[in-house]
T-cell receptor, first 118, second 111 residues
Framework: GAVVSQHPSRVICKSGTSVKIECRSL??????MFWYRQFPKKSLMLMAT?????????EQGVEKDKFLINHASLTLSTLTVTSAHPEDSSFYIC??????????????FGDGTRLSIL | SQKIEQNSEALNIQEGKTATLTCNYT??????LQWYRQDPGRGPVFLLL?????KEKRKERLKVTFDTTLKQSLFHITASQPADSATYLC??????????FGAGTRLFVKA
């Protein structure tokens, strides 16, 4: 149980393109989802916390107009990288917490999206 | 600021030996600590959670200790196997929903 599907797994596109990444909880309802960015050999960097039906909470230094997050249902959150540039190239990972969150619950991660901007 | 430190150098051990990974944290007193496994190009997978009032937690060949005085957790894999080769991430809850992760330690188990 507790499977999170992230799509696409890899994207290569030209500079200036907007890219949408989907994160779905397949067998549970996720009231809260997180979006992370990870550089090689570095820790996961939290970008934003997404709650179903409300605006995402962005971490300091993350541009909300650049990284648009939508959590329209209890099983789907999307991250759109708008007008992507080479410096946005990275590994983006989502995670989800099941409904009825309690503070010591582990996160369930998707398999990440490798974004490469040419 | 809150910080988690894991040994950035890879750990190489022989199959059958016990692997011990270290996680140190500063400037925080987490109520619990988690360990995850991450394979290349994949998302992390949850392994174990230990609470501040627990000294030790076990699951099959895995053991985690949590010393809140030293602000340290140790993660042990006994009878290690080549399939255990991966990066292991330590994570602490920093209040509410938020969790911060260490950079991980890469483990290589040689057959």
């Amino acid at each position: 149980g507790a499977v999170v599907s992230q799509h696409p797994s890899r994207v290569i596109c030209k500079s200036g393109t907007s890219v949408k990444i989907e994160c779905r909880s397949l067998d549970f309802q996720a009231t809260t989802m997180f979006w992370y960015r990870q550089f090689p050999k570095k820790s996961l960097m939290l970008m934003a916390t997404s709650n179903e039906g409300s605006k995402a909470t962005y971490e300091q230094g993350v541009e909300k107009d650049k990284f648009l997050i939508n959590h329209a249902s209890l099983t789907l959150s999307t991250l759109t990288v708008t007008s992507a540039h080479p410096e946005d190239s990275s590994f983006y990972i989502c995670s989800a917490l099941a409904e009825g969150f309690y503070s010591n619950q582990p996160q369930h991660f998707g398999d990440g999206t490798r974004l490469s901007i040419l | 600021s809150q910080k988690i430190e894991q040994n950035s150098e890879a750990l190489n051990i022989q199959e059958g030996k016990t692997a011990t990974l270290t996680c140190n944290y500063t400037n925080y007193s987490p109520a619990y600590l988690q360990w995850y496994r991450q394979d290349p190009g994949r998302g992390p997978v949850f392994l174990l959670l230990i609470r501040e009032n627990e000294k030790e937690k076990r699951k099959e060949r895995l053991k985690v200790t949590f010393d809140t005085t030293l602000k340290q957790s140790l993660f042990h894999i006994t009878a290690s196997q080549p399939a255990d080769s991966a990066t292991y991430l330590c994570a602490i809850n920093t209040g509410g929903f938020k969790t911060i992760f260490g950079a991980g330690t890469r483990l290589f188990v040689k057959a």
